[in-house]
């Protein structure tokens, strides 16, 4: 089909025009993309679930052996399975399976960072100065920071768990204010109410910022 003569002129005339757009639109800094906030909440609710269900099976199989048993080493059973699930997933991969279910993965601050970017990313927020000189995981995050964030994610909510356990069994909340494990009592209390408002400052952080 062959076009009018004054629409091919208009054509030829206006590339000249069309190249000084496209030069433009190539010098332009690409937004980087941001994931959303409610793919973030996904991906830690599908871990929860990932979770419950590896866990339920262990502690009713353990409920049949001995009665009680089963809630005397769930924390145990928690933190055995976090901790592989930890290596198998954000160790190894750089993200856990509901991130991963959700298209995303950790990363640092760092602009520098190596390794594959086809999932978007979140920050740890942690930011290093020298990521050379880290030693990298497989994930390739650095091991330093994997270590910090799973101590924090994984083994201080099992320790939290254990000695909360063992001051209620022990009635620690019962004794006189003089005692000591009464003090205990308290602190814990404490601690656990600073970690409360942290969590519910970065979650507000979180919706503000999606980080």
Do not use: C
């Not at 003569?5 to 000249?16: G, K, L, S, T, V």
């Not at 055995?80 to 959700?102: C, E, F, H, N, P």
């Not at 994997?146 to 000695?163: D, E, M």
């Amino acid at each position: 089909m062959a076009f009018p003569a004054f629409w091919q002129q208009a054509w030829d005339d206006a590339q000249p025009r069309l190249e000084a757009i496209r030069s433009s639109m190539d010098s332009l800094i690409a937004m980087p993309s941001r994931p959303l906030r409610v793919g973030q909440v996904d991906a830690e609710n599908l871990d929860q679930e990932l979770l419950q269900l590896l866990k339920d099976p262990l502690i009713k199989s353990l409920s049949l052996i001995k009665s009680g048993l089963e809630s005397s080493v769930e924390p145990e059973i928690s933190l055995i399975l976090q901790l592989l699930l930890y290596k198998y997933s954000v160790w190894t991969l750089g993200m856990t399976y509901g991130a991963k279910l959700q298209g995303l993965r950790y990363t640092t601050s760092r602009r520098s960072l190596k390794g594959t970017r086809s999932a978007r990313e979140y920050s740890l927020q942690i930011y290093y100065e020298s990521y050379d000189l880290l030693e990298i995981a497989a994930s390739g995050l650095p091991v330093r920071l994997l270590l910090i964030h799973g101590a924090f994610t994984v083994i201080l909510p099992y320790i939290n768990k254990r000695v909360r356990g063992y001051a209620l069994s022990n009635s620690w909340p019962d004794t006189p204010s003089y005692d000591r494990r009464r003090r205990a009592w308290e602190a814990l209390l404490k601690v656990e109410s600073v970690h409360s408002t942290a969590g519910l400052l970065n979650f507000l952080l979180f919706l503000w910022n999606g980080r």
